[in-house]
Nanobody, 111 residues
Framework: QVQLVESGGGLVQPGGSLRLSCAASGFSFSNYAMRWYRQAPGKEREHVATIGRAGSTNYSDSVKGRFTISRDNEKKMVFLQMTSLKPGDTAVYYC?????WGQGTQVTVSS
């Protein structure tokens, strides 16, 4: 059974940092690209970052230079390091691969 489980969300002040984690199981993790998406209240779900099988990355313009996606193929995990967080980054963050989504983790940026 393919499963993705996110963790690491929480409440952080503007300018702060958080690291999200996604644990994968049930598929050959190293053979697939991994992605992070987010959905803010009342908005469409949007792509945040992708990491390819070999580690190539791409980011949405809104997070480029502030967020870093990485992966650990041995542990079957993908990470999203978020820095210089803004209130506009508040959203539920989802891990995604193949045709499977995690349950999401809430990130709230507020003073």
């Amino acid at each position: 059974q393919v499963q993705l489980v996110e963790s690491g969300g929480g409440l952080v002040q503007p300018g702060g940092s958080l690291r999200l984690s996604c644990a994968a199981s049930g598929f050959s993790f190293s053979n697939y690209a991994m992605r992070w998406y987010r959905q803010a209240p009342g908005k469409e779900r949007e792509h945040v970052a992708t990491i390819g099988r070999a580690g190539s990355t791409n980011y949405s313009d809104s997070v480029k230079g502030r967020f870093t996606i990485s992966r650990d193929n041995e542990k079957k995990m993908v990470f999203l390091q978020m820095t210089s967080l803004k209130p506009g980054d508040t959203a539920v963050y989802y891990c995604q691969s193949i045709n499977v989504w995690g349950q999401g983790t809430q990130v709230t940026v507020s003073s």
